[in-house]
């Protein structure tokens, strides 16, 4: 079976770092592309980035520069570095497998909390 | 990197069919058949429901479909019922390798 579980998530202060994972089971990380994609508090859903296969990564200009994905082949995760963090980062954060036959969203996390606040 | 653009809210009443669009432009919709849509009752994840234009994964009713011409797709859902109210998103392959979501569309079962 599938599983996507994200961790991570905290109140932290404008200006901070926070570093998300993702723990996959049922496949393997490394073999598929992987995204993150979050929801701001009763907005809608934002794509963040995506890692292709060969470690290719691209990013929404909102996070730009601030924001790094990377994945850990031995531990089966993918993560989520963020830096200089803004009060309008604050959102669930959803990791999400991407088929790589057509591009959906096959399998979604239940989501993290991440709060930016003072 | 603009938000595909979709109605904010549709209803219809239970047995009714609804169309919700979704418009994007030649770098995303127009140019790919990777438009997918995806289902989200309030605090869950969401859940993929269409892919690649029109394809439905396992377990998927029948009663959704999804179309495209030119920059805009459709996802219809016929039959309504009071399980199907839930925001409805779509989303598309970008020129630029990327993905992007539409706004959102609030659905009503009335």
Redesign the interface.
Known sequence: EVQLVETGGDLIQPGGSLRLSCAASGFTVSSNYM?W?RQAPGK????VS?I?GGD?R?Y??SVMGRFTVSRDNSKNTLYLLMTSLRAEDTAMY?CAR??R??????Y????TLVTVSS | ?S?LTQPASVSGSPGQSITISCTGTSSDVGT?N?V?W?Q?HPGK????M???VS?R?SGVSNRFSGSKSGNTASLTISGLQAEDEA?Y?C???TI?????????TKLTVL
Do not use: C, H, M, R
């Open positions: 995204s994609v809608g859903l934002e794509w995506i292709y290719t691209y929404a200009d959803y991407v088929e036959k057509n591009y959906g969203v096959d979604w996390g239940q989501g | 990197q938000a790919y990777y997918s995806y989200q994840a969401p859940k993929l269409i892919y690649g394809d994964p925001d998103y989303s598309s392959f630029s390798s990327t993905l992007v979501f539409g706004g959102g």
